[in-house]
């Protein structure tokens, strides 16, 4: 990966190594030449000034015209009456409901005395130990004297 950044870094020196040498020219071209006085700005056109308006003149009191006199309108007859509602005809009473006979109580139900138990789960017996392959262990040591 570090070879690659050298390379790359390598060539990118190599591309622009000639356009700084044409920068280096120009510069020396440049310092070489009289100095060029800035050019001068163009003046400021004026800004012509806008009329101002005028505003007539309010009228005064006294020039108002009189309000128009609203006419009499004629009287409007007078409205019919409302008719009357009819009335009602009273509802003749409900008879009354005979009772319900009575409901005999519902004995009580006792529950057995006691609720039998649940028996336990018998225990997995355990492997004392996974018996090992002789072909895979490795030889017994040899106890040095």
Known sequence: MASNTFFYVFLLTALLSPSSSNICLASRHLLDTAPVAPPSLPAIPSIPWLP???LPTL?????????????????????????????IPT?????????????PSVPK???????????SIPQIPTIPAIPAIPSLSP???????
């Open 109 to 119: 139900v006792a529950l057995p005395p006691t609720v039998p138990t649940i028996p």
């Open 91 to 103: 509802i003749p009473k409900i008879p009354t409901i005979p009772t319900f006979p009575t409901i």
């Open 59 to 87: 009228p005064t009191g006294g020039q108002l015209p009189p309000l128009p006199v609203v006419p009499n309108l004629a009287t409007m007859p007078p409205l019919p009456s409302i008719p009357t509602i009819p009335t």
């Open 139 to 145: 030889p017994p040591s040899a106890a040095s004297p």
């Open 52 to 54: 101002k308006p005028t």
